[in-house]
């Protein structure tokens, strides 16, 4: 059975860093386009960043742009979100999720993110929550 599961989450101060992890099991995370989504409290699913499985690349939101990098290990199939200088409003619960087809996950990062749900994969996420 297909499997996403996240951590590394927790309390950090402003300006700190987490880096995510979203481990795979039952199937090669290599193969799929990646997307990470955040929820923070009471408001909508936010996009904030792909990969695509085909040459690596990776897209961002404008708002972490320069702070937040995906990066994939093949050999332990897990995939990292490395966050940096946080910030307040990055507070939220972090989802990754996979899917074959990279139009999808773009689509779901760009258009609709609470269709992040709709993806392949998707996991439970993990709470960071960036507070002083």
């Known amino acids: 059975q297909a499997q996403l599961v996240e951590s590394g989450g927790g309390l950090v101060q402003p300006g700190g860093s987490l880096r995510l992890s979203c481990a795979a099991s039952g199937f090669n995370l290599g193969d799929y386009a990646i997307g990470w989504f955040r929820q923070a409290p009471g408001k909508a699913p936010e996009g904030i960043a792909s990969r695509s499985p085909s040459d690596g690349m990776s897209f961002y939101m404008n708002s972490v742009k320069g702070r937040f990098a995906i990066s994939l290990d093949k050999a332990q199939n897990t995939v990292y979100l490395q966050m940096d200088n946080l910030k307040p409003e990055d507070t939220g619960v972090y989802h990754c999720?996979?899917?074959?087809?990279?139009?999808?996950?773009?689509?779901?990062?760009?258009?609709?993110?609470?269709?992040?749900?709709?993806?392949?994969?998707w996991g439970q996420g993990t709470l960071v929550n960036v507070s002083s």
């Open positions: 999720a996979a899917d074959h087809i990279f139009h999808n996950v773009r689509t779901a990062m760009r258009h609709d993110p609470a269709a992040f749900k709709q993806l392949e994969v």
